[in-house]
């Protein structure tokens, strides 16, 4: 990525006080590397007390808080969800960026190269985002029953059968330039799943998909780089193994390519894994916390 063509780098977040402990570890992972310093860095307050808004102003990381989008009225949802609603309006919380890179604050930057590969790729084609294909993530029959009904409800049978078909692209991550259309539309189609089904989860990242990948004979695909797995690993999707040589997490299949993102979605916030080796069969007991330790054998 080249700095100069795009000066005003902005990474946001969100978190409330429930979720501190792992915004703390994503911001220092973030920080151990001083390419980091030429990015602002914000975070949506969606509960945040004021301990951890003076730890975080102290990381250089300055707070500010959403409100309620879609005609959508206070105490409806959790506050937590405004942040959802809010995003695709970053632009309007935030002006005057060239690009906005998302950071949900459950995951950790291991390799600084997924960062590069997401403003690369928002350079090249406007949005930049990972998929969930991999033959390192195991098939989980609740989530796939769970997507589906969801792109059912929200899209239509056709449609929704027709994105369910399409790779998964996980929205805890990405990066999007002021100018890309990705941003009108994305609010456009969140805001009828919305009205279609009285839902903010999961459609504040299945409508940015259905941008991605069109409909079913209507909407055209809008134009994407779509990195691989390992720029935002879920973690429960496949457990990551400790690649002995290099003294990093991996993908959990040969050639165990070391990951860029670790990503603790859904279950993995209160799973503990046992972690295999790539020196040999022994594993070790690794929970959330022990997941977020930077280049730490398990």
């Known amino acids: 990525m080249n700095t100069q063509a795009f000066p005003r780098i902005v990474m946001v977040t969100g978190s409330d006080s429930g979720y501190m ?19 602002d860095k914000r975070c949506m307050d969606l509960g945040l007390n004021e301990t951890d808004r003076a730890w975080l102003h102290g990381h250089g990381v300055e707070t500010f808080k959403p409100h309620w989008h879609f005609g959508i009225a206070d105490g409806q949802f959790s506050p937590t969800q405004a942040g959802l609603v809010a995003r695709p309006h970053l632009r309007e919380y935030l002006p005057g960026y060239d690009i906005y890179l998302w950071v949900d604050c459950d995951l950790w ?96 990242q299945f409508a940015l998909n259905q941008v991605i990948h069109g409909g079913y004979g209507k909407a055209p695909a809008v134009e994407t780089a ?38 603790l979605a859904g279950p993995a916030k209160r799973t503990a894994y046992d972690i295999q080796r790539t020196a040999g069969a022994v594993s070790a007991r690794a929970s959330s916390p022990a997941l977020r330790r930077r280049y730490k054998a398990p």
Not at 21 to 39: C, F, K
Request: hydrophobic share 45%.
């Open 226 to 263: 779509i990195l691989p797995a390992r720029c935002n690993w879920i973690c429960d999707r496949g457990i990551p193994m400790w690649n002995d040589s290099l003294r990093a997490y991996c993908e959990p299949v040969s050639p165990f390519t070391p990951l860029g993102v670790l990503h």
């Open 109 to 204: 930057i291991q390799d600084w190269s997924a960062i590069a590969a997401f403003l690369d790729g928002a350079e090249r084609k406007g949005l930049a985002i990972a998929h969930e294909v991999h033959p390192g993530y195991r098939h989980q029959l609740w989530l796939y029953r769970w997507m589906l009904t969801h792109w059912v409800l929200g899209y239509g049978i056709m449609d929704g059968l027709w994105l369910m078909s399409r790779p998964h692209c996980n929205a805890g991550m990405f990066a999007m330039t002021a100018d890309a259309p990705h941003w009108q539309l994305w609010r456009e189609a969140f805001q009828r799943a919305y009205e279609r089904t009285g839902r903010i989860i999961p459609h504040d």
């Open 21 to 39: 402990h792992l915004l703390r570890g994503m911001i220092e992972t973030l920080s151990l590397d001083p390419r980091a310093q030429v990015i």
